[in-house]
C-alpha cells in the first residue's frame, strides 16, 4: 500500500495507527515533499499535517524549497487540525522572506478560528514570526501578559516551551 492508501484508510483519531503509518514511511526518500505534496489534497490534510508536524518533532531537518511549498499551501487549509498542526510546526520552521506576509495573514485569520488551540498556536505564530522577523516584534510584544516575575508566557496558550525572557515584557 501506498501512504495516501494507508493515510485513506486512517480513522482520523487514532495517534497509534497514524504513527503507524509515520513509521512505515518516513525513512522512505522524499517522505516530507511527498508528504507537503499530499497537505495540498483536502482529504488528505489532516493526516498529511499531522505526519510532517511529527517529523519535525522528531528532530528532521526539511528543505528549504520543501519549507516554501508549506507556506504556499497556508491559504488552503481547509481542517482546524491541519492549521494546528502547521502552526506547531512553525518552530522548527525557516520563515522564507517572500512567504511572512502569507504567514502572517494566516495567523490573522487562525487568530479569529473558533478552535481554542488554533486560536492559541496562532499567537505562538505571531511569537515565531518576531523572532525571526522584528519588525513584527512590537506587535507580538502586546500578545504577551507577565503571569509572575521572570516567567512570561504567551496568552493564553501556557507551556513550559512558550517561557519568553525578558525582552518581551511589557
Given at each position: 500500500?501506498?501512504?495516501?492508501?494507508?493515510?485513506?484508510?486512517?480513522?482520523?483519531?487514532?495517534?497509534?495507527?497514524?504513527g503507524k503509518i509515520y513509521n512505515g514511511f518516513n525513512k522512505q526518500t522524499g517522505f516530507?515533499?511527498?508528504v507537503i505534496a499530499l497537505m495540498a489534497q483536502e482529504n488528505c490534510q489532516k493526516s498529511?499535517?499531522?505526519?510532517?508536524?511529527?517529523?519535525?518533532?522528531?528532530?528532521?531537518?526539511?528543505?528549504?524549497p520543501e519549507t516554501k511549498s508549506i507556506f504556499k499551501l497556508l491559504n488552503t487549509l481547509?481542517?482546524?487540525?491541519?492549521?494546528?498542526?502547521?502552526?506547531?510546526?512553525?518552530?522548527?520552521?525557516?520563515?522564507?522572506n517572500a512567504y511572512?506576509?502569507?504567514?502572517?495573514?494566516f495567523l490573522r485569520e487562525c487568530l479569529t478560528?473558533?478552535?481554542?488551540?488554533?486560536?492559541?498556536?496562532?499567537?505562538?505564530?505571531?511569537?515565531?514570526?518576531?523572532?525571526?522577523?522584528?519588525?513584527?516584534?512590537?506587535?507580538t510584544r502586546l500578545f504577551?501578559?507577565?503571569?509572575?516575575?521572570g516567567c512570561f508566557l504567551l496568552w493564553p496558550c501556557v507551556t513550559k516551551r512558550h517561557r519568553?525572557?525578558?525582552e518581551y515584557a511589557i
Open positions: 500500500m501506498t501512504i495516501q492508501d494507508e493515510m485513506a484508510l486512517w480513522d482520523g483519531k487514532s495517534a497509534h495507527d497514524i516530507p515533499r511527498n498529511a499535517s499531522w505526519l510532517l508536524k511529527h517529523h519535525l518533532e522528531n528532530d528532521n531537518k526539511i528543505s528549504q481547509d481542517h482546524w487540525e491541519s492549521k494546528l498542526h502547521v502552526l506547531q510546526s512553525l518552530p522548527f520552521l525557516n520563515i522564507p511572512k506576509t502569507a504567514l502572517e495573514q478560528e473558533t478552535n481554542k488551540f488554533v486560536r492559541a498556536w496562532a499567537y505562538n505564530g505571531f511569537y515565531e514570526l518576531a523572532k525571526q522577523y522584528p519588525e513584527y516584534e512590537e506587535e504577551f501578559v507577565k503571569k509572575k516575575p519568553l525572557g525578558p
